[in-house]
């Protein structure tokens, strides 16, 4: 059988093995009270990059929407208003808060949150926002921070997805309260696990600093509720590096996704991904979604690919509202949200993805397409 071209995979070179290998020769594993020496300058470095006041490093993405979460004061019975067509963390976030998910409906050409059906779904219990920056397109954030501001929301942009995505010139979390990213092993950069928050409010650093390690203002006092998120040594150095490659990483994957939509366009059975006005895609994902057919029809087309190698994945099959965990927090209708998610997979575009590997994946999709579809 042929090789799978994975749907993601961690981009790993010589210089971060030397830089792990510094690490525990050096013997300091883990920044004991805050963050570490690697730690710092990851974060130094992250803030620089991504031209925002401060970075906060923690061991993951989820970690860094928890953090946002309670450094913003959301508490048990508030409502957070958020995608239902993410990955689980999102939501996961909301509820260990003890606050409550509310889900508002996506657009179909772009798979974000709708900033119309969440400004409909702000009640009195509203407490904050998170739109997220699906498969690396960026939300239409300027328009949830309007809302926002008029509501007095909290607006945490989950970016986890987002390293390299831009809207309207400006990076993820230019204009939230905070952003929270994901350095998991499939994301377009990697610590293995891990993840950061970042912020240009010097009130939100700073408790977020605490939280991250157990609420300490001195060395065994506590004077927040706080938990163990600190990023370890070994992580934040292999970050370095990672963080030095996203722009050649961030390219090769521009490049993928363009070729493959150069291949596939005027296929009509497909509607392909798109970058409205403004927006810049970090493409950790290239989605895209049968016009006709059944979901049994999408998982035919997805096995089938994998067959031959090409490692379609949907994400998500199961949208959270509908999730059993989920289904508490109350009954949604959320028609777009429920019709892609039947409709939808995804294909590699990642920077190991070479150009006769894209020529390959375009000629499998049709194939694939024209035997489950007619
Ligand atoms: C990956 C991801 C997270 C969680 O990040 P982890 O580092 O895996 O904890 C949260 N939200 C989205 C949209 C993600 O893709």
């Known amino acids: 059988m042929r090789k799978m071209i994975p749907i993601n995979m961690p981009l790993i070179g010589q210089e971060e093995i030397k830089a792990v290998t510094r690490v525990l020769k050096g013997g300091m594993l883990t920044g004991r009270f805050g963050s570490g020496p690697m730690a710092k300058q990851f974060e130094g470095d992250f803030a620089k990059f991504f031209k925002t006041k401060h970075a906060v490093a923690v061991n993951s993405g989820t970690a860094a929407l928890h953090m946002a979460l309670w450094a913003a004061g959301v508490k048990a019975g508030d409502e957070v208003i958020l995608p239902s067509f993410t990955f689980i963390a999102t939501a996961e976030v909301v509820a260990l808060i003890g606050a409550k998910p509310v889900f508002a409906d996506i657009k179909q050409n772009t798979y974000n949150i709708d900033p119309d059906k969440l400004e409909a779904a702000i009640t009195r219990k509203t407490k904050a926002v998170i739109p997220v920056d699906l498969y690396g397109l960026p939300a239409e954030i300027d328009r949830i921070k309007e809302i926002a501001d008029k509501h007095n929301l909290i607006l945490v942009e989950d970016a986890a997805q987002a390293h390299g995505a831009s ?8 204009f939230a309260d905070v952003a929270c990213w994901s350095f998991y092993a499939s994301k377009n950069m990697t610590t293995g696990e891990g993840g950061m928050v970042t912020t240009n409010n010097d009130e939100y650093a700073r408790k977020l600093r605490l939280i991250k390690s157990h609420g300490e203002t001195e060395e065994y006092k506590a004077s927040v509720l706080g938990h163990n998120y600190r990023m370890p040594e070994i992580e934040a150095s292999i970050g370095i ?30 509607v392909l991904p798109v970058e409205p006005r403004g927006c810049r895609s970090s493409w ?35 949208p959270i509202h509908q999730m059993a965990y989920y289904q508490q927090f109350g009954t949604y209708h959320l028609p777009n949200t429920e019709k892609v998610a039947q409709k939808v997979f995804s294909l590699p575009v990642h920077p190991a993805v070479t150009p006769e590997n894209i020529q390959y994946i375009a000629r499998a999709v049709e194939v694939a397409v024209k035997n489950c579809i007619d």
Do not use: M
């Open 167 to 174: 809207y309207r010139g400006k990076n993820p979390g230019y």
């Open 241 to 270: 590096v990672q963080l030095k490659q996203l722009p050649v990483f961030a390219a090769k994957r521009r490049k993928n996704a363009e070729d493959l939509t150069e291949r596939l366009d005027g296929f009509e059975q497909l």
């Open 284 to 318: 950790y994902l290239y989605t895209v979604r049968i016009r006709k057919g059944s979901v049994e029809d999408r998982d035919r087309i997805v096995e089938g690919l994998r067959n031959k190698g090409v490692g379609a994945t949907v994400y998500y099959p199961t």
